[in-house]
């Protein structure tokens, strides 16, 4: 029996496994966004609002390059699927607990209540998650629109909120309306979330219910 490794579709093995990297450079780039998290929140507490401000900006462009790659080299992967909505999501709940905190010293605050708001969708959002994969193996939940405009939403108020400390007076007009629009955008789209869960749960009840009546009828 010959030594050589044995080729799939005339390959290699080893050539294959190098086609698809778990390291991509979309990945490289959404761990990169995951690292300027505490950097940003230390910048933020310690005083240095601009460039924490500058450091978000970078943040932003990482988000959208990384996808952008990821189209262009063919390159999507599951840890990549994982890891970009994370490495979101901690951006977001790191700068709106540090940015509502009022010892911070930055030009605007983001108010509690929408903090609570936000970080509470999301909990309820993963909480349902779980129970629908646990009682149902249900395991696809694709972002829906309104949730991708919330997270649109919510790095905008935080983006506003890190511009007022380079030009005060554009921040402080516009913020307030912003904010409202982000509450009034999160609140929605976690009850969009919620029928998509009952209904998740309805389709689940109907199949097993028609599983179990041709049962009986087989009998």
Not at 66 to 95: C, I, Y
Not at 120 to 131: C, F, G, Q
């Amino acid at each position: 029996m010959s030594n050589a490794p044995q080729l799939i579709h005339g390959r290699n093995p080893a050539s294959q496994m190098k086609a698809t990297p778990l390291l991509t450079y979309a990945n490289q780039l959404t761990i990169l966004r995951m690292v300027f998290v505490p950097v940003f929140v230390l910048l933020v507490i310690y005083g240095h609002p601009k460039s924490a401000g500058l450091l978000f900006v970078m943040a932003g462009l990482t988000d959208g390059l990384d996808g952008l790659l990821a189209r262009k080299f063919q390159q999507h992967t599951v840890l990549g699927s994982f890891l970009d909505p994370m490495a979101d999501k901690l951006l977001l709940t790191a700068a709106f607990i540090t940015l509502t905190l009022p010892s911070v010293p930055v030009a605007i605050h983001i108010p509690v209540w929408l903090t609570v708001i936000s970080i509470s969708r999301d909990v309820l959002i993963a909480l349902s998650v779980l129970i629908i994969h646990l009682q149902t193996g249900h395991s696809r939940f694709p972002p829906s629109l309104l949730g991708k405009c919330t997270t649109a939403a919510q790095l905008f108020t935080v983006g506003l909120c890190m511009l007022a400390n380079f030009t005060t007076q554009v921040g402080m007009e516009i913020f307030l309306p912003v904010v409202y629009a982000t509450l009034l955008i999160t609140v929605s789209s976690g009850l969009h979330y919620f029928y998509l869960s009952v209904k998740i749960i309805e389709s689940y009840q109907r199949a097993e219910g028609h599983d179990d009546k041709s049962r009986h009828q087989d009998q």
